[in-house]
């Protein structure tokens, strides 16, 4: 048996049930699987047997994953989960239904340059979100950017990517990260933000003209060309795209860092004002209005009667004239709108004839329907159906659907079981810990807090109901989780004055704790307190310590 099919079928963590595999590398098997608890198709790449031996590797990966978990962007490629463990090193992130950018470039050549700015502005955002939270990808490529049927881009694998291709490099293998690599990162230095930025550059070149910017016959040919080279002028390939438009690749692509734009924020501001200065240009200047000539008191050769009219012809024409000008720009306008936002609006959606789930084993649907369905589960405690059994569904079968860019969304109602079950002791257990022993147990689980003095933050203080009481299957449990000791302020009294032992006993009796004494010069007795650390009359935690500043006495 591989690797791959050793997985297949199996239950990871009581949760993830690994159903097919979807891609691989030199690092990681993606599998598609079915997240248990929350009902949803997730993608779930584990590590190869052979990589998790690398104590070294298996620390990086597992250091990259738990930052890139900690991003939310809709132009990222979600991290929902990381396990680590003896066994296996995965992480679980959201199902993308779509192909990669490298994919559709190669389909369709060359892009126009209104969708690279659209593909590139999106891409950019990505970047800037991770950036401001101290996250490199330091692997921007085509092949690591995903496309949806809607046309939203999401970047995927922050940080891993590059491990992926530095294991690539080790089997002397390449997936063409050599092309889009920063001159920085050529010459062996650490790389930053810009670094990004600059295989973003060369990713915007190559959709621009449909070519790589550098290319050659070995890898090392190809990372000088990076360093020193500069590349063909986009106009000489395709006039017809904007100077404005290729200064911003080409400086993006900079070989030199302090000419490179110097954050994923500069480039976005540098994109929103090219769009904005090619939106007028779209737009056909309205003709100025004319202005208006006296008429002369002679009328020359004409007579009154026949210059009138001819004014009134005139009159015409002018009318005439501007409302033909108007109407193109209308016309003009109403183009520019539709290419850029309403004609996706418009666009016929796909339709799917909702099957009928009703009677049909919940697992056996989950496992086999189409991953364009999204359930939502609620369940029903009755004796009337067997466990399991799908008793109704929200819209009604053989309707049909449009499926939408999160796919088409149906409601069915789960026969569960009204068998009574002992509510398990979970107290004094971590919060997380417990609903997960709640929930296997096939309890719903609610969580509440409160202050406790004996019980430490974030653990279980007590369940209702009770532990071990016997209430049915699929029952809500409500979890009364400590939120660490009560907060009680008290007012700093005064001190100063008072003999050293006399301002201790106040500082006792009113919950204060006495953290020592400096002793200062003063003109005062020997041992009199003329200074605390905390000013009088100021609200302070109980317990909080006090220092004295405690005279010397005269000399």
């Known amino acids: 048996m591989n690797e791959q099919e050793k997985y297949i079928g199996k239950m990871l963590d009581d949760r993830y049930e690994i159903l097919e595999t979807i891609g691989e590398g030199g690092m990681a098997i993606v599998f598609?699987?079915?997240?248990?608890?929350?009902?949803?198709?997730?993608?779930?790449?584990?590590?190869?047997?052979?990589?998790?031996?690398?104590?070294?590797?298996?620390?990086?990966?597992?250091?990259?994953?738990?930052?890139?978990?900690?991003?939310?962007?809709?132009?990222?490629?979600?991290?929902?989960?990381?396990?680590?463990?003896?066994?296996?090193?995965?992480?679980?992130?959201?199902?993308?239904?779509?192909?990669?950018?490298?994919?559709?470039?190669?389909?369709?050549?060359?892009?126009?340059?209104?969708?690279?700015?659209?593909?590139?502005?999106?891409?950019?955002?990505?970047?800037?979100?991770a950036h401001e939270r101290g996250i490199i990808h330091r692997d921007i490529k085509p092949q690591n950017i995903m496309l949806l049927r809607d046309g939203t881009l999401k970047v995927a694998d922050f940080g891993i990517a590059a491990l992926e291709n530095e294991v690539y490099e080790n089997n002397g293998q390449t997936i063409g990260s050599i092309h889009y690599i920063a001159p920085e990162q050529a010459r062996g230095n650490s790389?930053?933000?810009?670094?990004?930025?600059?295989?973003?550059?060369?990713?915007?070149?190559?959709?621009?003209?449909?070519?790589?910017?550098?290319?050659?016959?070995t890898l090392a040919e190809i990372a000088v060309k990076h360093m020193n080279a500069n590349p063909e002028p986009l106009h000489d390939l395709f006039p017809s795209i904007p100077p404005e438009l290729?200064?911003?690749?080409?400086?993006?692509?900079?070989?030199?860092?302090?000419?490179?734009?110097?954050?994923?924020?500069?480039?976005?501001?540098?994109?929103?004002?090219?769009?904005?200065?090619?939106?007028?240009?779209?737009?056909?200047?309205?003709?100025?209005?004319?202005?208006?000539?006296?008429?002369?008191?002679?009328?020359?050769?004409?007579?009154?009667?026949?210059?009138?009219?001819?004014?009134?012809?005139?009159?015409?024409?002018?009318?005439?004239?501007?409302?033909?000008?108007?109407?193109?720009?209308?016309?003009?306008?109403?183009?520019?709108?539709?290419?850029?936002?309403?004609?996706?609006?418009?666009?016929?959606?796909?339709?799917?004839?909702?099957?009928?789930?009703?009677?049909?084993?919940?697992?056996?649907?989950?496992?086999?329907?189409?991953?364009?369905y999204n359930f939502i589960i609620t369940d029903v405690y009755t004796n009337d159906s067997a466990p399991g059994v799908i008793i109704s569904q929200k819209p009604d079968p053989g309707?049909?659907?449009?499926?939408?860019?999160?796919?088409?969304?149906?409601?069915?109602?789960?026969?569960?079981?009204?068998?009574?079950?002992?509510v398990p002791d979970v107290a004094n257990q971590e919060y997380r810990d417990a609903i997960a022993t709640l929930e296997k147990a096939g309890f719903a689980v609610e969580v509440e807090s409160s202050t406790s003095d004996s019980v430490a933050h974030n653990y279980v203080i007590s369940t209702s109901p009770s532990a071990g009481e016997m209430i049915i299957s699929g029952s809500t449990v409500y979890l009364n989780v400590s939120s660490g000791a009560q907060v009680v302020y008290v007012q700093m009294p005064n001190l100063i004055g008072l003999s050293e032992d006399a301002a201790i006993n106040k500082l006792v009796s009113n919950n204060l704790n006495y953290a020592g004494s400096q002793w200062v010069d003063s003109p005062l007795d020997r041992g009199t307190v003329v200074g605390q650390d905390i000013q009088i009359g100021e609200r302070v935690e109980e317990h909080s310590k006090v220092t004295l500043q405690v005279s010397l006495g005269a000399e």
């Open 246 to 372: 290729e200064a911003i690749t080409l400086k993006a692509m900079s070989a030199n860092l302090d000419e490179r734009y110097q954050t994923a924020a500069e480039l976005l501001a540098a994109l929103d004002e090219f769009t904005r200065s090619a939106m007028k240009q779209e737009l056909p200047m309205e003709p100025e209005e004319e202005t208006p000539v006296k008429p002369v008191v002679s009328y020359g050769d004409l007579t009154k009667s026949s210059y009138n009219i001819r004014r009134k012809k005139a009159s015409r024409v002018s009318f005439l004239s501007g409302s033909f000008g108007l109407l193109i720009v209308t016309v003009a306008l109403f183009v520019f709108l539709w290419n850029f936002w309403v004609k996706d609006l418009f666009s016929p959606a796909e339709r799917i004839e909702l099957p009928d789930f009703i009677g049909s084993r919940y697992d056996d649907v989950v496992r086999d329907a189409d991953p364009v």
């Open 32 to 129: 598609r699987a079915l997240d248990h608890r929350l009902n949803r198709y997730v993608a779930v790449k584990i590590m190869r047997e052979e990589m998790a031996e690398d104590e070294e590797f298996r620390r990086r990966f597992c250091a990259e994953s738990h930052a890139v978990a900690m991003l939310s962007n809709p132009n990222i490629v979600s991290v929902y989960d990381v396990s680590h463990s003896d066994e296996r090193e995965y992480i679980v992130m959201e199902l993308i239904s779509g192909i990669t950018l490298k994919q559709y470039m190669d389909k369709k050549g060359a892009l126009d340059w209104k969708e690279v700015v659209h593909f590139t502005k999106q891409i950019t955002r990505a970047l800037s979100h």
């Open 399 to 422: 309707r049909s659907m449009s499926i939408e860019n999160e796919g088409v969304t149906v409601e069915i109602s789960v026969s569960r079981s009204m068998t009574s079950i002992a």
């Open 191 to 217: 790389p930053d933000a810009r670094s990004d930025i600059y295989s973003l550059g060369v990713v915007m070149y190559e959709m621009l003209s449909g070519r790589l910017p550098y290319t050659g016959d």
